[in-house]
């Protein structure tokens, strides 16, 4: 079999995105789709993988996510090194629109991918954390959908916490 | 996801979120929109903050020159940056304008899974409460007429029970008198147990207590039973315990039975 000479093939599969853009993928950032990886180990993943959930824009940048992680996990450099790495990388990368974010956290959820996943809700959080209501709905561009009549009764009903 | 993105996640994903959200801005999410306040009133939003919130201190603080008593509850955050533990003051809130209640002592009397159990006592009154400062909710125990005078005792505690997971307020009341020589403590011509299930309404009497209780500490509450410190009449200490499930006490003997002459057990604690 393969001596440590000889270059090991790398094996690489198809992603195909909602809008039908196909991505190429190592074996080392495609596993960590869970959602595909009984796909990838039961040698089902041919010719190509479609995911229905993911349009093009998110999947790329899922894959730039996983393929960081990837490089810098298999990497040689320390662990210490590797997180702090990591750190700067995810910073960075949560670096988008609110409209990205909640996309890329839906397709993290779908994909199965649970430190994106953990990574966007987190992210999600500190957005909303510490805003006044009006600011929340600005930002995620909502409508109120409460009466006069009602936002007071839920105010009234909670008056005694709002100091 | 269009303009709309926030709401077409998942509730679960949305949850997940909120779950992460200290309790001011949770306060603030109930009124962004119907169905964040729906969401956050679900049993499932409730157990998935607590999994995720770490402990909290609850602090007391009265103004001497009015006549009001302040409660606030701070949240340490883990600040993995600066390695600092630093705290968020989660609620404040007074006492007073939430019993309608005039000046008293605040002392908590325990604190399962977010719930905060309250006793507010003076001369005139004593009143206890149960609230969750997470969604801001709270239950005013009705007030009996139960003032205790000295020598007379009053002990509360707050539990769990193990099966049906009910939460009770467990009082316990002692008619004391005292030996006029020594001081000590002679009989107990009256005592009795009530128990209040939230979620019922009332209290409930379970009868009465096989034991002289010593107030020096509040019920802790562990594995599913309330611990006291509690005496027999001739003096020896025991360690009582309350199934919270049962309502039975079964009173175990001191961990240090042959140091009684010189050392007494004093209070009781939890380590969590």
Same mark, same amino acid.
């Not at chain 1, 995620?140 to 009549?149: I, L, P, R, Y």
């Not at chain 2, 005792?153 to 009910?166: A, D, K, T």
């Not at chain 2, 020594?182 to 207590?209: D, N």
């Given at each position: 079999?393969s001596?440590?000479?000889e270059?090991?093939?790398?094996?690489?599969f198809?992603?195909?995105?909602?809008?039908?853009?196909?991505?190429?993928?190592?074996?080392?950032?495609?596993?960590?789709?869970?959602?595909?990886?009984?796909?990838i180990?039961?040698?089902?993943?041919?010719? !190509?993988?479609?995911?229905?959930?993911?349009?093009?824009?998110?999947?790329a940048?899922?894959?730039?996510?996983?393929?960081?992680?990837? %490089?810098?996990?298999?990497?040689?450099t320390s662990a210490?090194?590797?997180? %702090?790495?990591?750190?700067?990388? /995810?910073?960075? !990368?949560?670096?988008?629109? %609110?409209?990205?974010?909640?996309?890329?956290?839906?397709?993290?959820?779908?994909?199965?991918?649970?430190?994106?996943?953990?990574?966007?809700?987190?992210?999600l959080?500190s957005?909303i954390?510490?805003?006044?209501?009006?600011?929340?709905?600005?930002?995620?561009?909502?409508?109120? /959908?409460?009466?006069?009549v009602?936002e007071?009764?839920?105010?009234?009903?909670?008056?005694w916490? !709002?100091? | 996801?269009g303009?709309?993105?926030?709401f077409?996640?998942?509730?679960?994903?949305i949850?997940?979120?909120?779950?992460? &959200?200290?309790?001011?801005?949770i306060?603030n999410c109930?009124?962004?929109?119907?169905?964040?306040?729906?969401?956050?009133?679900?049993?499932? =939003? #409730?157990?998935?903050? @607590?999994?995720?919130?770490? +402990?909290?201190?609850?602090?007391? +603080? +009265?103004?001497?020159?009015?006549?009001q008593?302040?409660?606030?509850?701070l949240? =340490?955050?883990?600040? &993995?940056?600066?390695?600092?533990?630093?705290?968020?003051?989660?609620i404040?809130?007074?006492?007073?304008e939430?019993?309608?209640?005039?000046?008293?002592?605040t002392?908590?009397?325990?604190?399962?899974?977010?719930l905060?159990c309250?006793?507010?006592?003076?001369?005139?009154?004593?009143?206890?409460?149960?609230c969750?400062?997470?969604t801001?909710?709270?239950?005013?125990?009705?007030?009996?007429?139960?003032?205790?005078?000295?020598?007379? +005792?009053? &002990?509360?505690?707050?539990g &769990?029970?193990?099966?049906?997971?009910?939460?009770? #307020?467990?009082?316990?009341?002692?008619?004391?008198?005292?030996d006029?020589?020594?001081?000590?403590?002679?009989?107990?011509?009256?005592?009795?147990?009530?128990?209040?299930?939230?979620g019922?309404g009332?209290?409930?009497?379970?009868?009465?207590?096989?034991?002289?209780?010593?107030?020096?500490? #509040?019920?802790?509450?562990?594995?599913?039973?309330?611990?006291?410190v509690?005496?027999? @009449?001739?003096?020896s200490?025991?360690?009582?315990?309350f199934?919270?499930?049962k309502?039975?006490?079964?009173? =175990?003997?001191?961990?240090?039975p042959?140091?009684?002459?010189?050392?007494?057990?004093?209070?009781l604690?939890?380590?969590?």
């Amino acid at each position: 079999m393969s001596s440590s000479t000889e270059l090991t093939e790398k094996k690489v599969f198809l992603l195909k995105s909602l809008d039908g853009v196909i991505f190429e993928v190592e074996e080392s950032v495609a596993v960590q789709l869970e959602v595909i990886r009984e796909l990838i180990e039961g040698d089902c993943a041919r010719p !190509f993988i479609s995911l229905y959930n993911v349009t093009s824009e998110i999947l790329a940048l899922v894959i730039e996510y996983c393929k960081h992680h990837a %490089e810098t996990c298999s990497g040689g450099t320390s662990a210490t090194i590797a997180d %702090e790495d990591l750190k700067t990388f /995810d910073n960075e !990368f949560m670096n988008v629109d %609110e409209n990205i974010l909640l996309e890329l956290c839906s397709a993290a959820d779908y994909l199965d991918i649970k430190s994106l996943f953990e990574l966007t809700c987190r992210t999600l959080a500190s957005l909303i954390k510490d805003r006044t209501i009006i600011e929340v709905r600005k930002m995620f561009n909502v409508e109120n /959908d409460f009466s006069v009549v009602e936002e007071k009764a839920v105010r009234k009903e909670f008056a005694w916490a !709002f100091k | 996801m269009g303009d709309d993105g926030f709401f077409n996640l998942p509730s679960d994903i949305i949850l997940n979120i909120f779950s992460r &959200l200290p309790a001011p801005t949770i306060l603030n999410c109930k009124l962004v929109r119907k169905k964040w306040l729906s969401l956050i009133s679900t049993p499932e =939003f #409730v157990n998935l903050h @607590l999994s995720r919130s770490s +402990q909290g201190l609850v602090v007391f +603080q +009265q103004e001497s020159m009015r006549a009001q008593e302040d409660c606030r509850i701070l949240e =340490f955050e883990d600040d &993995l940056d600066h390695n600092d533990l630093h705290y968020v003051p989660v609620i404040k809130f007074e006492l007073s304008e939430l019993l309608g209640i005039g000046r008293g002592a605040t002392v908590q009397v325990g604190s399962i899974n977010g719930l905060v159990c309250l006793r507010t006592f003076c001369h005139e009154y004593d009143a206890l409460y149960v609230c969750y400062p997470i969604t801001r909710e709270y239950i005013a125990m009705p007030v009996l007429d139960w003032l205790v005078e000295f020598p007379s +005792q009053v &002990l509360y505690g707050f539990g &769990l029970s193990r099966i049906s997971g009910q939460y009770k #307020v467990v009082r316990i009341f002692h008619e004391c008198v005292l030996d006029p020589t020594t001081g000590a403590l002679s009989s107990i011509p009256k005592s009795e147990c009530h128990v209040y299930t939230l979620g019922t309404g009332s209290w409930r009497g379970i009868g009465g207590v096989p034991f002289a209780y010593n107030c020096r500490s #509040v019920g802790q509450f562990f594995n599913g039973n309330l611990h006291w410190v509690i005496e027999d @009449l001739e003096g020896s200490e025991l360690i009582s315990c309350f199934d919270v499930e049962k309502e039975t006490f079964q009173p =175990f003997s001191s961990p240090f039975p042959g140091e009684r002459h010189s050392r007494t057990l004093h209070s009781l604690g939890v380590v969590a």
